[in-house]
């Protein structure tokens, strides 16, 4: 049974400047990093309420061929302003893949990007994810 996404992994030619690129847009440093932060071949951060993780290999290391298009499922991250987040992705080099997409009136909005190194990043307006914090708050 799946219980939380615990690692999602993306890949990039060059794990330095994918790393520089995401610390810019989370306003974090990867905390982690292999074999050194000099010449990383794998970097993680963690981000967000759970403190999630986001992993960047080197392509090379990619069980799929990783030709610089778009690659990868879209797993949504939960975000307050969704107009705003894709703005400072575009902003930041990212691409429009899909814009912002109302599912009925249920409160969930998606949209997504590819960042600069192919991968699909998907951001979210989802209800039942605030739901879940603000149980854990009480």
């Known amino acids: 049974m799946l219980r939380g996404m615990a690692t999602v992994s993306f890949y990039a030619d060059d794990v330095k400047a994918a790393r520089d690129w995401y610390a810019g847009f989370l306003g974090v440093e990867a905390y982690f990093a292999l074999p050194s932060q000099e010449e990383p071949a794998y970097v993680e951060f963690r981000i967000g ?3 999630a993780e986001l992993g960047i290999i080197n392509a090379k290391f990619a069980p799929h061929k990783v030709d610089g298009g778009p690659a990868g499922a879209i797993l949504n991250w939960h975000v307050d302003d969704l107009e705003g987040t894709l703005a400072r992705l575009v902003e930041l080099g990212a691409t429009v893949n899909e814009g912002i997409v109302d599912h009925g009136d249920s409160g969930f ?3 997504s ?3 600069p190194f192919g991968n699909l990043l998907g951001i979210m307006n989802n209800p039942h994810y605030l739901e ?3 149980s854990t708050r009480s």
């Open 132 to 134: 879940i914090v603000e």
């Open 109 to 111: 909005r998606t949209a």
């Open 113 to 115: 990007v590819v960042d």
């Open 49 to 51: 309420d759970f403190q």
